[in-house]
């Protein structure tokens, strides 16, 4: 028996895409491992806009999109013991793994080949996932995070995918004291990036071409903001960076990227965590841009479990809150329109009103 009505704004029409229309859906067989959880808040991605505006292939229909959920637990399955009823969770972009693989034994249970996003993916069952502009979910309980009681919802909501998703680089290529960190693109993501990578200890180092973000960058505590814009920006940097994190989600072939890696430091690494639309890969490069300084590219993909409860912690224990702007769900449409033209700052929380 099922505590929650499952019904949510959803996508039924991709011409019209941020034209959601409440509607019912099936949940997921709830199964051992399951915790079914009553939304409050739900952030909203650019990974929303993407996928509404169909730009990641064409999505499932119809869909409801969301996957920076937070809410309470209504039923718990037989297997669960880190959870009970009534107690504050979160839920960020996956929803499920094998539990088998080696990913997910070690700890990179995001990285599994099997793993279920929270929306527009299909459950063993056949059930399409659907996401967080809804009243509940069913996640597995490796995908369900605890919530500091100091942490309110509304602030915790994004840190479930925007904040995870810069958290995770930061902390696996070792950002802390004596550490340069740049931030490329100060949205969502990349003003997660500059908060936590202040509280880790490191000295950062924003990028942004958005002269009006350049106030609020220095209240986020960016040590140094550079403007992109201007000619050769990258030239006194040249060997600098120990850590580049960008969160650019769109490239063109004319994107400098050999100018961004001419900033790091020996062996120093830019690593992307923005997903363009398919059809922008990154920039070709020479092996001449790597020569230099012997850097390294890479990605990075959400976060584990892991992950999420270290970020917590950091997030409880230095007061780390993020920049958001809260509306009921009802204003999606306005909210998903702010954010695919990049006028919001810095992030978008719906709260629930349907029951
Ligand atoms: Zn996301
Ligand atoms: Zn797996």
């Known amino acids: ?38 939304i409050t808040h739900c952030g909203v991605c650019g990974s929303d806009v993407h996928t ?19 809410g309470h637990v209504t039923r718990v399955g037989d297997k669960v013991k880190e959870f009970k009823k009534g107690d504050r969770v979160g839920v960020g972009a996956k929803i499920g793994s094998c539990m088998q693989c080696r990913p997910c034994k070690s700890d990179y249970e995001n990285y599994c080949p099997k793993s279920i996003s929270t929306y527009n993916s299909e459950y063993p069952d056949g059930v399409v996932s659907q996401g967080g502009y809804a009243t509940a979910i069913r996640a597995h309980q490796q995908f369900v995070f605890p919530i500091p009681d100091e942490i309110e919802s509304r602030d915790a909501a994004s840190m479930m995918c925007a904040g ?10 070792g950002t802390g004291p004596g550490k340069k960190v740049g931030i490329m693109g100060i949205g969502g993501l990349g003003h997660y990036a500059v908060l936590w990578a202040k509280a880790m200890g490191a000295e950062v180092y924003a990028f942004t071409h958005d002269k009006s973000k350049m ?5 986020m505590g960016a040590d140094h903001i550079i403007n992109t814009e201007e000619k050769d920006f990258f030239k006194p940097l040249a060997n600098t960076l120990d850590l580049i994190v960008s969160t650019r989600d769109v490239f063109s072939p004319d994107t400098p990227l050999s100018d961004y890696l001419s900033m790091l430091f020996v062996h120093g690494k830019f690593i992307t965590v923005g997903i363009p ?3 922008q890969p990154l920039p070709s490069l020479h092996p001449f841009s790597f020569a230099s300084n012997g850097c390294l590219i890479g990605g990075s993909s959400i976060g584990s479990k892991k992950d ?19 509306m009921p769900m009802k204003d999606v449409g306005k909210a998903l329109q702010n954010v695919k033209a990049n006028k919001v700052r810095y992030r978008y929380v719906l709260t629930q009103d349907l029951n």
């Open 164 to 173: 995870l998703t810069v958290y995770s680089p930061l902390k696996t290529y």
């Open 277 to 279: 639309d398919a059809n």
């Open 52 to 70: 509404l505006t169909q730009g990641w292939g064409e999505s499932k229909l119809p869909l409801v999109v969301g996957h920076e959920i937070i």
């Open 308 to 326: 999420a409860l270290d970020m917590l912690e950091l997030a409880r224990k230095k007061n780390v809150r993020p920049w958001i702007e809260e």
């Open 215 to 219: 106030g609020d960058i220095k209240k």
């Open 1 to 38: 028996m099922s505590a929650v009505e499952f019904k949510g704004y959803a996508l039924t029409d991709p011409s019209r895409w941020n034209d959601l229309k409440v509607s019912s859906f099936q949940p997921k067989t709830f199964a051992p491992d399951d915790v079914e959880i009553a």
